[in-house]
């Protein structure tokens, strides 16, 4: 009879356990896991097109090939440094930090995010260049594109960083 009763407290024991198992706080975090699951899988339908023109960008920063910082006011990235506005039609406007214009023209991103293409246009709307340039980085918190100093010599490059911002486009 002494070994019925251990064997009920521990039986009841178990069944307790296993009604606490059922109640636990993973249920609970369920709901959260779907929206973020929602979260990523909508942020993953956005195209790298999307994600460029999702926000206006800052230049804040640049670093060259051995990843060590450079002042944006060098000769090698400063012509890269400015507010960049790329509109879902394709268009694009820069502008230099002091708000005067830089450049304007259209846009393109390939499929795969791994180049940007610009044609650049003078108020005509006559072609001045275009360049493709190695996408490094395409979030909704960085973008970072690598110029070539000398586009036969890929060992030396910098990096072009932007992060969002909320800078008005200066009025034409």
Known sequence: MKLKKPIMITASA??????????????????????????????????????????????????????ADVALDDENVKNFVGWAYFKDGGSFTMYNLDDSPKMQGDWTVTEDGKTRHIVAKDDAGEVLFERDSDIVTLTDEEFTYRVFPDPANTEVYFDIIHTPTDHEEPAA
Do not use: K, Y
């Not at 636990?24 to 973020?36: G, K, L, V």
């Open 14 to 67: 178990f069944i307790a356990l296993g009604l606490l198992a059922g109640c636990t706080p993973a249920e609970s975090n369920s709901a959260p896991a779907s929206s973020s699951a929602a979260s990523e899988e909508a942020a993953a339908e956005q195209t790298p097109s999307d994600v460029l023109a999702s926000t206006a960008w800052e230049t804040t920063g640049a670093t060259d090939a051995a990843g």
